[in-house]
């Protein structure tokens, strides 16, 4: 995704050929490693396949991560093959808003992962992640060493 911005931000008149290379090379990165997540999203062994077979009530947003997983891919598959067409003439303002677009996404569906998994342990174990990675905690009125 850094990748991906950094070559956005880069001046595109003059270098047309160039900066299309780089942005297609960030892109077929991009869809790489998103196939591979959603790849491992959408396995029977997977955090999502069990946060949805062991809290039902979780189910429909791990289905959802899933399903916005797959059109994150046919977005990034459509842009990757327009941009590997050398004969097509670029529109570089809206290729960047398109692309911002799929990367606003992937943010999007970082969070909502993240959230889910979270809100998953808490149900579990009734306990903070962060006061889990701290070790125990001081029960009221205890002083910690």
């Given amino acids: 995704m850094h990748r ?3 070559m956005l931000a880069t001046a595109a ?3 047309e050929a160039a900066w299309r290379d780089e942005v297609a090379s ?4 991009l869809d790489e490693a998103t196939a591979e997540e959603a790849d491992n999203a959408e396995a ?3 955090l999502l396949s069990d946060i949805a077979r062991t809290q039902p009530w979780l189910r429909n947003r791990a289905r959802g991560l ?3 997983y797959r059109q994150t891919r046919n977005a990034l598959g459509s842009l990757r093959r327009e941009l590997e067409q050398p004969e ?8 960047r808003q398109r692309l911002g677009w799929v990367l606003a996404g992937l943010r999007h569906q970082k969070a909502r992962e993240s ?3 979270y809100e998953a342990y808490y149900d579990a174990f009734r306990a903070d992640l ?3 990675a701290d070790g125990p905690q001081a029960t009221a009125g205890e002083q910690q060493p």
Avoid: N, T
């Fill in 88 to 95: 097509a003439l670029v529109d570089f303002a809206d290729l």
């Fill in 130 to 132: 962060a006061a889990d």
């Fill in 115 to 117: 959230d889910l998994i």
């Fill in 66 to 68: 899933r399903l916005q």
């Fill in 4 to 6: 991906l911005e950094a």
């Fill in 13 to 15: 008149p003059g270098r």
């Fill in 44 to 46: 029977p062994d997977s």
């Fill in 26 to 29: 960030a892109v077929a990165a």
